[in-house]
């Protein structure tokens, strides 16, 4: 159980890193579509059709919500970055120290950023440590 352990948080936090870049990307790129920079590109995309917000006549109004959507979604990928780089730092102390409290907080950021190799990385860790095994 402890290899095992080892193994599924290590490859936890290698996965946690190419979500952390994804994430960084995806977040930076709805954040700049969502820009007060963007007014005039959105506007265009609106009359030509190739921006569609459903339900709204309003070009103003078209242009708040598809701003708001676009600085909401980069807010998420945002706070999943965070949430991916503590993951992925926990997952490789967890790896060298093994103790209970880092694999308890190996499953929480696991499960809470997306990344369950690190919470079956952290499972298996306490598993390993009730049972003793070296």
Known sequence: MRKASRILLLIGAIISIVLVVTFLILGIVFG???????????????????????????????????????????????????????????????????????YILSIVFGGVSGSEVSLLGGIFGLIANARGEE
């Open 32 to 102: 700049v579509l969502g820009s007060p920079a963007m007014v005039d590109a959105i506007r265009a995309g609106i009359k030509d059709g190739s921006i569609v917000v459903e339900g709204v006549t309003d070009i103003e109004t078209a242009i708040q919500v598809y701003q708001s959507s676009m600085l909401s979604s980069a807010a998420t990928f945002f706070v999943l970055f965070g949430l991916n780089i503590a993951c992925a730092v926990l997952s490789f102390i967890a790896r060298k120290k093994q103790t209970k409290a880092l």
